[in-house]
């Protein structure tokens, strides 16, 4: 089967290789014309490391990141209120991995180079539009220099991220990703190793929460690189949102300022950053649909989501994994995207209405709301078992509990 994928993103990278090791003939279109290690830290679920453990990637990317030992939540003065071991150390037979995004991006381009061969991947071509019936699907690319293409195939997956050319035309009338009153400042810092050096930590409540996580080994010197974020709700800038904006510390340092731990040091953290871009934290609705004829959405243009409980790239890989098993069993392509909808759609659906009530994170907000000033015993503040079914209610949403052994 001849395949067309729009975008050479996480999700479009992965399911090229999965549909490649699956026998399908596949080209990939990208819209910038040299792809660069973009971006700062991310995070693999267990799930989502299972299906590249199965590509033959995993391996490579634990060498330049670092496998999760346990998450941690706290409050706003640094109290303890709740940890879970991740990954391996929670008895997944894969890890959670945590990574540079522009490492992780750059390690599933070189093995789509190498096994699907240099040529099957164009850059400078932009996703413009699509036509598709039950039988095929053409897709037109814009070009800088040189007319737009139009290719044809056989299945056409539009992985070309949260503004989407694809899914904008199914939906018109859709408008602008939805701000969450939220914005995002990321860096990544060199320092001290804190906790474990294998810590996944998210301190604050919903209006004001700092994020932060190892994301390469321990150096010689002693010092990791760690990736933080920084979220406070804010009114959305009348500057045009970006991923790459620069930002500016003055914008935010201040409202962290005291938050001096004795287990880490938040605004050192800050201030040592090489760089720090500001991010809108943003989703879109659910929609009825991804599939038109013999084209489909995958990822962020499938279903944009708050970067909540790691589920962005991880659900884009889990989509590539899906619809790679449903093109098998499906008799006609258009039927293997019904039954690839079928398994992911209401799933991820359901991930996006989860993480605007915080996911996971709820328990900060729970011991904020519940405790603004600090607590002297947690017990105080929760109920037995309420932490560990916040825990558990979202890992049975998202799939965590699938690939325990």
């Known amino acids: 089967m001849e395949v067309t994928i729009a975008g050479a993103g996480i999700g479009g990278l992965t399911a090229a290789l999965a549909l490649h090791a699956a026998g399908h003939d596949v080209r990939v279109y990208e819209a910038v014309g040299d792809i ?24 490579t990317l634990l060498s330049q990141g670092v496998a999760t030992q346990e998450l941690s939540y706290f409050n706003l003065h640094g109290q303890h209120i709740w940890t879970e071991p991740r990954g391996l150390f929670a008895g997944f037979d ?26 099957r991947v164009i850059t400078g071509h932009r996703l413009s539009r699509f036509a598709s019936d039950r039988l095929a699907a053409s897709a037109t690319f814009a070009t800088a220099n040189a007319p737009p293409i139009t290719v044809s195939s056989d299945l056409l997956i539009c992985a070309d991220g949260i503004h989407s050319s694809a899914r904008q035309q199914l939906y018109p009338a859709e408008g602008a990703p939805i701000y969450s009153g939220r914005l995002l400042w990321r860096g990544t810092t060199l320092a001290t190793p804190y906790l474990t050096g294998a810590s996944m930590i998210m301190a604050g409540f919903e209006d004001q929460k700092f994020v932060c996580y190892p994301i390469e080994a321990l150096r010689p010197d002693g010092l990791q690189l760690i990736n933080w974020i920084a979220e406070l709700r804010r009114p959305l800038p009348e500057r045009e949102p970006g991923w790459n904006r620069e930002g500016d510390t003055d914008d935010f340092l201040g409202e962290f300022e005291h938050w001096q731990f004795d287990w880490l040091d938040v605004p050192e953290l800050i201030r040592g950053a090489r760089r720090i871009y500001e991010y809108p934290m943003v989703d879109r609705e659910p929609v009825p649909s991804w599939n038109h004829g013999c084209a489909t959405l995958l990822g962020d243009s499938a279903h944009p989501m708050y970067p909540i409980g790691s589920n962005g790239a991880s659900q884009a890989i889990l989509d590539s994994q899906t619809l790679a098993a449903a093109l098998a ?77």
């Open 94 to 119: 894969t890890p959670q991995v945590s990574i540079s995004r522009g490492a992780l991006q750059m390690t599933l381009l070189d093995f789509v180079r190498q096994r699907l061969g240099k040529e």
């Open 329 to 405: 069993q499906g008799d006609t392509v258009p039927a293997a995207l019904q039954i690839y909808e079928q398994q992911r759609l209401p799933s991820t659906a359901a991930i996006v209405k989860a993480n605007r009530g915080n996911g996971p994170e709820q328990c900060m907000q729970l011991a904020h709301e519940r405790a603004p000033n600090g607590f002297a015993a947690l017990d105080d503040v929760f109920a037995i078992g309420e932490l560990q079914e916040i825990a558990d209610r979202y890992k049975q949403l998202t799939g965590m509990a699938q690939r325990k052994v």
């Open 36 to 59: 660069q290690p973009l971006g700062v830290g991310i995070n693999l679920l267990p799930q989502a490391a299972f299906v590249l453990d199965q590509l033959g990637v995993l391996e």
